[in-house]
Nanobody, 122 residues
Framework: QVHLIESGGGLVQAGGSLRLSCAAS????????MGWFRQAPGEEREFVAAIGWSGGTSYADSVKGRFTISRDNTKNTLYLQMNNLKPEDTAVYYC????????????????WGQGTQVTVSS
């Protein structure tokens, strides 16, 4: 079992930055891959970024060059640094753990946090 708690969301102006955190507990953090997804009102949940237990990363095209995913295995924490935010980044952001398949497919993840709201004003 893995328990996930996100934090760091908020309201920011376009062009600003936020850093999301996801604290994990349960199974040893360094043994599983993790990802970030987001869901805007009326939209499906979409892949944002993922990171392997050894540090390999993958990003959605829409966030490449603006977002950075990282993890600190000593603190059992996943991060998402978001720079140059745009209004279209507004969504609830979720962290997820332990995908059993492609990292960019939400249905492959077994564990989810409760989500944190990110709102970007124009």
């Amino acid at each position: 079992q893995v328990h996930l708690i996100e934090s760091g969301g908020g309201l920011v102006q376009a062009g600003g930055s936020l850093r999301l955190s996801c604290a994990a507990s349960g199974r040893p953090f360094s043994t599983y891959n993790m990802g970030w997804f987001r869901q805007a009102p009326g939209e499906e949940r979409e892949f944002v970024a993922a990171i392997g237990w050894s540090g390999g990363t993958s990003y959605a095209d829409s966030v490449k060059g603006r977002f950075t995913i990282s993890r600190d295995n000593t603190k059992n924490t996943l991060y998402l640094q978001m720079n140059n935010l745009k209004p279209e980044d507004t969504a609830v952001y979720y962290c997820a753990a332990d995908p059993r398949g492609p990292w960019n497919v939400s249905t492959k993840y077994n564990y989810w946090g409760q989500g944190t709201q990110v709102t970007v004003s124009s």
